[in-house]
């Protein structure tokens, strides 16, 4: 069981906006911001999205936002495209001795 | 341009010994932490842990303090990860990747091709 939590899998027709949570405790999401979000294609390597909560790589489209409330922060991908289908993973900070705790994952499905 | 190059595919037997590397390139290896991430087949992330080439300091998650090492060879900008004896469970895709910040938290913002670590009898 991952220490933070995320739905299995999410779905969006093109065009569309959705969003994915990302829940843990005080002791990392709700204590810090050093909340990031990555995409993983199959077959490749992650891709960091976002980071720190709301801040967006360079290169990385305007489509894509985050956002923290409470314990739990949030990915949300406007204007939903084909290449958007991957894995997006969350991951923060903890106090605890773990330091870094990745979500289980969730799959974005484009219909 | 920054890039962090893996080591091949390994196939190995349970009991063995396994050192994979990771090269930087395209910056100032020393000045940032380099992670190692666990994917096992069909699964999520998992962070291992990280180690600051620039004075070998190492953060090992409890998961897997003590199952494997972290070192880094500055003069050849390479880090490395290694197992002194494999087991089965230690089959997965292997990720480098280096932290943005510099506090070794994260987050990653560059990341490796990946090393498929195969142990099987």
């Known amino acids: 069981q991952s220490a933070l939590t995320q739905p299995a899998s999410v779905s969006g027709s093109p065009g569309q906006s959705i969003t994915i949570s990302c829940t843990g405790t005080?002791?990392?999401?709700?204590?810090?911001?050093?909340v990031s979000w990555y995409q993983q294609h199959p077959g490749k390597a992650p891709k960091l999205m976002i980071y720190?909560?709301?801040n967006r790589p360079s290169g990385v489209s305007n489509r894509f936002s985050g956002s923290k409330s409470g314990n739990t922060a949030s990915l949300t991908i406007s204007g939903l495209q084909a290449e958007d289908e991957a894995d997006y993973y969350c991951?923060?900070?903890?106090?605890?001795?773990?330091?870094?705790?990745f979500g289980g994952g969730t799959k974005l499905t484009v219909l | 341009e920054v890039q962090l190059v893996q080591s091949g595919a390994e196939v190995k037997k349970p009991g063995e010994s396994l050192s994979i590397s990771c090269k930087g390139s395209?910056?100032?290896?020393?000045?940032?932490?380099i992670g190692w991430v666990r994917q096992m087949p069909g699964k999520g992330l998992e962070w291992m842990g990280i180690?600051?080439?620039?004075?070998?300091?190492?953060k090992y998650s409890p998961s897997f303090q003590g199952q494997v090492t972290f070192s880094v060879d500055k003069s050849i900008s390479t880090a490395y990860l290694q197992w002194s004896s494999l087991k089965a469970s230690d089959t997965a895709m292997y990720y480098c990747?280096?932290?943005?910040?510099?506090?070794?938290?994260?987050?990653?913002?560059?990341w490796g091709q990946g090393t498929l670590v195969t142990v099987s009898s």
């Open positions: 180690i600051y080439p620039g004075d070998s300091e190492t």
């Open positions: 395209g910056y100032s290896f020393t000045n940032y932490w």
């Open positions: 720190d909560v709301s």
């Open positions: 005080s002791s990392d999401v709700g204590g810090y911001n050093y």
């Open positions: 990747a280096r932290d943005k910040g510099n506090s070794g938290w994260g987050p990653f913002d560059y």
């Open positions: 991951s923060s900070y903890t106090s605890s001795s773990t330091y870094v705790v």
